[in-house]
């Protein structure tokens, strides 16, 4: 079966406003829902936004980013998740 973006949903979505990285909880069609780690989506000058690029390695600002948001991503997938 062929990829449709129609399926590709995004539940949640977090952005780190200093280094741009994005973190969110994807689901595709009736699958189970997934964390993914990137893109990165840095401002422009202007007010605009960049187009997304790879997040690459995280930094330390990254990690501590992350670590802060953690228990929030840990409890919207349990939320989501059906029964282990």
């Not at 079966?1 to 969110?24: A, F, H, I, R």
């Not at 993914?36 to 202007?46: A, N, W």
């Amino acid at each position: 079966m062929p990829y449709n973006p129609e399926l590709d949903k995004v539940l949640k979505k977090w952005q780190c406003t200093e280094t741009g990285l994005v973190v969110s909880i994807n689901q595709y069609g009736d699958g189970e829902p997934k964390v993914q780690i990137g893109p990165r989506i840095l401002p422009k000058k202007d007010g605009t936004q960049r187009a997304p690029v790879k997040a690459g390695r995280l930094s330390i600002e990254d990690l501590l980013w992350f670590y802060e948001i953690i228990d929030e991503v840990k409890e919207e997938m349990s939320r989501r998740a059906g029964p282990a």
